[in-house]
């Protein structure tokens, strides 16, 4: 004999219920998108970049800082040195030429003790007279001579100073920095400086050549009063004696 058994309907859903659940599948979970937080990522990364970016201007200006740098601190590729040197040894060699009479006070002393004395004495004979007088005119001579020859050394020096001054007024003008436009500068105040030179040895030459004429024009009015003291003192001194112009018929 078969038994059937009735189940309550409390149990009977609630087995219905474990059966259902059972029966249905498990649903994927489902990602959330959060804005503000998506935001402020962004506006980190941008804080970020900004960053970065500044550190690369920065690293720029500092490399443009160093060229300059460089650029201030470069030398003149162009200098006068050697023909500056070159120019004032030639004027120093002219004047070391000069005749007789140098530019030298031990050499100018003894030659004014010798050849331009203050008086002569009443002894002094024609032949030293007549010496003295040959010598003097021989320096004052030699004196123009070398002033010529220092004005002519003058002059052929400032070819050479004027293509000096245009390649470093060019050199000034194209300098990439300071150092450069500095240097150039000096070095047109050398070549002036070399002019000053110049100047200074042609005064000197044209100085000593009229100091010479002078004092051969002075020791000659002496000379001369030497020579007449002489003339009138010689025996019984000068006796007019009366002269006949015309033959008497």
Same mark, same amino acid.
């Given at each position: 004999?078969?038994?059937?058994?009735?189940?309550?309907? *409390?149990?009977?859903?609630?087995?219905?219920?474990?059966?259902?659940?059972?029966?249905?599948?498990? /649903?994927?979970?489902?990602?959330?998108?959060?804005?503000?937080?998506?935001?402020?990522?962004?506006?980190?990364?941008?804080?970020?970049?900004?960053?970065?970016?500044?550190?690369?201007?920065?690293?720029?200006?500092?490399?443009?800082?160093?060229?300059?740098?460089?650029?201030?601190?470069?030398?003149?590729?162009?200098?006068?040195?050697?023909?500056?040197?070159?120019?004032?040894?030639?004027?120093?060699?002219?004047?070391?030429?000069?005749?007789?009479?140098?530019?030298?006070?031990?050499?100018? #002393?003894?030659?004014?003790?010798?050849?331009?004395?203050?008086?002569?004495?009443?002894?002094?004979?024609?032949?030293?007279?007549?010496?003295?007088?040959?010598?003097?005119?021989?320096?004052?001579?030699?004196?123009?001579?070398?002033?010529?020859?220092?004005?002519?050394?003058?002059?052929?020096?400032?070819?050479?100073? /004027?293509?000096?001054? #245009?390649? *470093?007024?060019?050199?000034?003008?194209?300098?990439?920095?300071?150092?450069?436009?500095?240097?150039?500068?000096?070095?047109?105040?050398?070549?002036?400086?070399?002019?000053?030179? #110049?100047?200074?040895?042609?005064?000197?030459?044209?100085?000593?050549?009229?100091?010479?004429?002078?004092?051969?024009?002075?020791?000659?009015?002496?000379?001369?009063?030497?020579?007449?003291?002489?003339?009138?003192?010689?025996?019984?001194?000068?006796?007019?004696?009366?002269?006949?112009?015309?033959?008497?018929?």
């Amino acid at each position: 004999m078969i038994r059937t058994r009735v189940l309550s309907p *409390l149990a009977g859903g609630i087995a219905l219920l474990s059966l259902s659940a059972a029966a249905e599948p498990a /649903h994927a979970q489902i990602a959330v998108f959060d804005a503000s937080n998506f935001a402020e990522n962004v506006m980190t990364a941008a804080r970020e970049l900004q960053q970065v970016n500044n550190e690369i201007q920065s690293l720029e200006n500092q490399a443009t800082m160093l060229i300059n740098q460089a650029k201030n601190l470069a030398s003149l590729p162009y200098s006068t040195l050697a023909q500056l040197d070159q120019s004032i040894n030639q004027t120093q060699q002219l004047l070391s030429q000069a005749q007789n009479i140098a530019y030298d006070v031990t050499t100018i #002393d003894q030659a004014f003790t010798e050849v331009y004395p203050e008086t002569y004495s009443s002894t002094a004979s024609s032949a030293q007279l007549e010496n003295d007088a040959q010598t003097r005119w021989q320096n004052a001579r030699a004196g123009y001579e070398d002033a010529m020859n220092v004005q002519a050394g003058v002059v052929q020096n400032l070819a050479t100073t /004027h293509a000096e001054v #245009d390649t *470093l007024v060019s050199s000034s003008q194209a300098a990439e920095g300071a150092l450069q436009a500095n240097q150039a500068g000096n070095q047109i105040l050398s070549v002036m400086s070399g002019q000053l030179a #110049d100047v200074t040895a042609l005064i000197a030459a044209q100085g000593r050549a009229a100091a010479l004429a002078g004092a051969a024009d002075t020791e000659s009015q002496e000379q001369a009063q030497t020579e007449l003291n002489q003339f009138l003192s010689t025996g019984s001194g000068y006796q007019p004696q009366p002269v006949e112009m015309f033959h008497q018929q």
